[in-house]
C-alpha cells in the first residue's frame, strides 16, 4: 500500500478529467453562508475561547453537543470520559494504530478497506489482514472463524455504513453478530462511521458502538456532512482507549481546531444538520441512480458493480483479464479518474475492482464519465 | 515526561487562579473582526477550495503565499519541493519524530526544551539527550564536544528566539556557529521557530534555516501571530525529509484545513500581519518588563530569572533545597499557577526551576502573581 496513492487522490486529476477518484463531497451541500454567518457570531461572542488553543479532549460546549448529538442520533449518551474530539475520523484511526496496537499486531480489517486506514497501520508497524465480504458487507461467520483458528488480533477495523471502497452496508442481522463475537473474543471493534448520515433513503442501521459501548470505538468525522473545510471528529468508546487516544493526541496537533469546534457546535445547536442533510442525502442519491443507469447503458456484458444505499462509492469489477491499474493511464487519457482497487487491498486482491466516487460530478458528467470508462473497458477488453 | 502534563496546560488552571503556564497567546493581538470578515470574504470567492479537501502539501495558493513570505521574512524563498503545509508547528515536530528517526535513536536537544518536543520523540521511541544552554542559549561548544565524542544522533532540535521554556535567545555569532557543526557531522538541525516573529524589539536574528537551507528543516506555527484557534504552521527544509513528512502527513490528518490556509493567506496578502505584530510585539515587552519588575519588588535573595527578549516565558530558579514541583500545589493554593522545571528535562534537571508565562495576563494581574509567587517562596524557604 502506498502512499502516494493517498496523495493523489488529495491532489485530484488533472484539468479536464473527470473525477470519480476521492471520498469528496459535493461542496454545493455545505452551508458557505451560513458558515460565513456563525463564525461571525462566534467570534463576535466567543473569541477568547474560538482563538485560543482548546484542551486536549476538546472545548467543553463542543462535547457537549457532541454527547448529546450521540444520544440523539444513535440512542445513547456517552459519559464524558468516553468521548475525544478529533481532527477528523483519519486521525482516531492513526491515534488507535500508534496506541491501542503494538508493533507487529494484526489488525483484521475488511477485504477489502480503506487506503488510510491501511496507510495509518503501515505507518506504525501494523500489519492488516483482510476478512472477505459480501454483498451485506463483512462476512461475520469467516470472521469468527478466523477468531476462533488464528492469533488474536489488537483490533476488529470494519466501515459498516456505505463501505469505503465497495459502497456496502452491514447487514442488520450481522451486526450484533459481529459485536457478540468479538465480545467473545475479548477484542476492541473500531467502527468507520463516515458515511453514516448520508445514508441515501430512510434511517441508517444501528451504529455498532449503540451495540456495544463498551467494546467498540468509533471513528466520526464532519468532512462528509459540515465540510472537510475544518478538520473535525469524534472518537467515543471504551474510556480507557478514549484516555489513551487523548494522551497521543496531545502530540500529534495538541488540539482540534477551538474555531472549527465552536462553529459546529453553533451549527448543529442551530439545526442546520436538520434541514441540510435531507438535501445531501437526497442529491447523493440521485448521482447514484443516474451513475447506475449509465453504467448499465455503456458497461459491456461482464462487468459488475455493488448496489450503495449509502455514501459516495460503487465498486466496479471487470472482466477476467483484464487490469484495473494497468488501464488508469488509458481511463486519464480518455478523460476519467479512477482508483485502482488493489489500493485498498493489504492482500493481492483487487486487481480487477475500481473504486468509482459518484459524489463530485452532477448528473451529466457521470452519463458522460460511465461512457468514457465504457470506451476503455471495451478497447482493453 | 508525562503527557498529563501537557493536558493540565492546555486545560489551564482552576477558575480564580492566575495563567502563567501555557504558552498561551493573548487573543486580544488577534484580528477577530478582520478574521470574520475574511472568512465570510473566502466562503464567498472561494468555497469550492476552502470547504474541500486539500492536497497534502497544502493549498496552492497558500503555499505560494508561505514561499514568499519566506523570502520576505527570512531572506530566501524555499523551492516548492523544500515546503509543506502542516496543522501547526506541533505536527511536523511529531511527524520528525516518526519519519526522521528510528526508536531506539537519540536526538540531542536544549537542557531544558520543549515539553510537547520531549513526548513527540517518546511517543516514537526516540531517545533525547539534553545539551546545556547558558544566557546565549544552546552551548554549541559542548554540541561540538558531544559530535565528535559519542554516537551520532539522528537529529539536532533547537528553538533559537524566545526559548521554550527559558525565554533565551541564541546568540547571533553561535548560529552560524551551530549550522556548521551539524553540517560537518552530517546531522540534521530541526528549527523551532514559534517565537521568531514575536522579538520583544527589533528584528530577530537570522533563522538556522536562512543559514543552511540545505541542513535545517524549520518548523513554524501561526499560533502565536494569527491565532491557535486554527491549526496551521509549515515545515521548510530540504526536499527529502519534506517528503518524507508529507507521506507521513497523508496519514496524520491527511491534509490541515483549507479554510485556514486561505483565510490565512487572505489575511497574509492584506498585510494585516504588518499593521498587527508591532502591537502584539510592544503589548508582550510591556508585560514582560512589568512582570520582571514586579519579580525584583517581590522575590526574595537567591531566587534568579532569564531575561528574554522574544517570546512569552522566563525561567526562574528557587534557591537551593526549594523543589518547584513540590512547591506547584501550593502556589495553586495561593491563587497562581505555573509549569515545573522537570516537565521540560529529559534528564533529573529542573527541580528548582519553574516556566512562567506572562503572555495570557495583563500587568497588573502579573504583578499580583509574582506576588503570591514570592509568598509561596518566602514561607517555604
Chains 1, 2 share one sequence.
Not at 249 to 275: E, I, M, P, W
Not at 301 to 310: L, R, Y
Not at 358 to 367: I, R, V, W, Y
Request: charged residues 20%; contains cysteine.
Amino acid at each position: 500500500v502506498s502512499g502516494g496513492e493517498l496523495a493523489r487522490i488529495l491532489a485530484g486529476p488533472p484539468p479536464g478529467v473527470l473525477p470519480l477518484m476521492g471520498g469528496f463531497p459535493d461542496v454545493s451541500t455545505f452551508a458557505a453562508g451560513e458558515i460565513a454567518e456563525l463564525t461571525a457570531q462566534v467570534l463576535r461572542d466567543e473569541a477568547a475561547v474560538a482563538l485560543q488553543y482548546a484542551p486536549v479532549s476538546g472545548v467543553p460546549a463542543f462535547r457537549e453537543y457532541l454527547l448529546d448529538r450521540q444520544a440523539h442520533l444513535q440512542g445513547r449518551r456517552p459519559a464524558p470520559e468516553e468521548l475525544l474530539v478529533t481532527s477528523g475520523g483519519m486521525e482516531c484511526l492513526t491515534l488507535a494504530a500508534q496506541v491501542l496496537a503494538q508493533p507487529g499486531d494484526t489488525v483484521l480489517v475488511e477485504g477489502p478497506t480503506y487506503l488510510g486506514a491501511l496507510l495509518a497501520l503501515q505507518a506504525h508497524g501494523v500489519v492488516a489482514e483482510a476478512v472477505p465480504m459480501d454483498d451485506d458487507g463483512l462476512d461475520v461467520d469467516a470472521l469468527a472463524q478466523r477468531l476462533a483458528d488464528g492469533p488474536r488480533p489488537a483490533m476488529v477495523y470494519v466501515i459498516p455504513d456505505g463501505q469505503n471502497p465497495t459502497g456496502r452496508t452491514l447487514a442488520g442481522p450481522r451486526r450484533q453478530a459481529l459485536v457478540d463475537v468479538c465480545r467473545e473474543h475479548g477484542v476492541l471493534l473500531v467502527e468507520d462511521v463516515a458515511y453514516r448520515e448520508l445514508v441515501h433513503d430512510g434511517e441508517p442501521l444501528p451504529s455498532l458502538w449503540s451495540l456495544a459501548p463498551d467494546g467498540v470505538l468509533q471513528a466520526g468525522t464532519f468532512s462528509k456532512v459540515f465540510t472537510p473545510g475544518v478538520r473535525l471528529g469524534w472518537a467515543v468508546g471504551p474510556a480507557d482507549a478514549i484516555a489513551r487516544l487523548a494522551e497521543a493526541k496531545g502530540t500529534s496537533d495538541q488540539c482540534a481546531s477551538a474555531l472549527a469546534q465552536l462553529l459546529v457546535t453553533a451549527y448543529g445547536r442551530g439545526g442546520h444538520f436538520g434541514t441540510r442533510l435531507p438535501d445531501a442525502r437526497a442529491l447523493y442519491a440521485r448521482r447514484w441512480h443516474a451513475f447506475d443507469a449509465a453504467l448499465r447503458d455503456a458497461m459491456p456484458d461482464g462487468v459488475t458493480w455493488t448496489v450503495p444505499t449509502a455514501g459516495f462509492f460503487t465498486w466496479l469489477t471487470l472482466p477476467e483479464g483484464l487490469d484495473a491499474l494497468a488501464l488508469r493511464d488509458r481511463a486519464v487519457e480518455h478523460g476519467v479518474a479512477y482508483v485502482p482497487g488493489v489500493a485498498f487491498h493489504c492482500d493481492d486482491g483487487g486487481t480487477r475492482d475500481m473504486r468509482l466516487s459518484f459524489s463530485q460530478l452532477g448528473e451529466q458528467d457521470l452519463a458522460r464519465a460511465a461512457g468514457l470508462l465504457a470506451d476503455v473497458v471495451r478497447e482493453a477488453a
